[in-house]
């Protein structure tokens, strides 16, 4: 049986629109969890977290989950030091508990994960990476290198090699180049989706909570679910 899981990148204070409110009714109609993984930069630690906490925590059922999207940036650019990344985390995982909330799952923004952040991420607790997309652009038209296509434990030395670490990779589904984004809409992610239930066990898709994709994740859902998919969350993928 195939599995799917599905994140969503909470980035809307930035942009000002949110369909979390549409999100959350699609994921209660099909009865389908949902990773909800909530931006936070130095630039801007709360702003996202105080949106989420305000308007729609309340709304999430208990059976998904909340996990930390992290920007590499501060007030001086783009983070660079191995030191001065660890402490970003650690700040995201701080912003995030004052909400109480623990997360175990974690997508770098921009897709922008180095090898040296595999300790810090697993120092506060993260037990799930979901940053890699192997042989693909991502939605930022970044390009990740090849790579294992399933979750798997990475190297601390590359991350596109299985090795050691505990943290469990778990990489976006990924066609001819194209990573499984719902935000390019259905017609384009179909052949994305269909590829991966039929070649791999764990397909891992995601989408934009500022983008209005109700209906797109209601024909995902449909689909997966007419090729008898389960869903489950990011960090059940970890305890299974």
């Known amino acids: 049986m195939p599995i799917v899981t599905i994140s969503v990148d909470c980035e809307s204070a930035v942009s000002g629109k949110c369909y979390a409110k549409e999100l959350v009714r699609v994921a209660e109609e099909y009865t389908v969890p949902l990773t909800w993984l909530i931006y936070v930069s130095e630039k801007d630690p709360m702003s996202n977290v105080n ?15 909340i996990g930390l999207l992290l920007e590499f940036q501060n007030s001086a650019g783009y983070i660079a030091d191995p030191e001065e990344r660890a402490k970003a985390i650690r700040m995201g995982k701080d912003v995030l ?24 991420l697993e120092d506060i607790g993260i037990l799930v990476d979901a940053s890699a997309c192997p042989g693909a652009e991502d939605k930022h038209a970044v390009a990740w290198p090849e790579g294992p296509v399933q979750p798997y434990h990475p190297s601390c030395k590359n991350l596109s090699e299985i090795g050691d670490a505990s943290i469990l990779m ?14 390019m809409g259905w017609e384009k992610l179909q052949p994305i989706v269909e590829h991966n239930l039929a070649n791999n066990e764990v397909t891992h898709l995601a989408l934009s909570d500022n983008v209005d994709n109700a209906e797109t994740l209601k024909k995902t859902l449909q689909f997966c679910k007419s090729k008898g998919a389960s869903f489950v969350s990011l960090t059940y993928l970890y305890n299974r």
């Not at 508990?97 to 300790?119: E, Y």
């Not at 778990?170 to 935000?183: E, S």
Request: positive net charge; proline residues 8%.
């Open 170 to 183: 778990v990489p976006l589904a990924t066609c001819k180049g194209k990573a499984g984004y719902l935000d």
């Open 51 to 65: 949106l989420y906490h305000t308007e729609y925590y309340h709304r999430i059922p208990a059976w998904h989950e």
């Open 97 to 120: 508990k004052q909400c109480h909330v623990k997360p175990t799952s974690f997508r770098a923004h921009n897709f922008d994960l180095l090898p040296d952040d595999i300790k810090a």
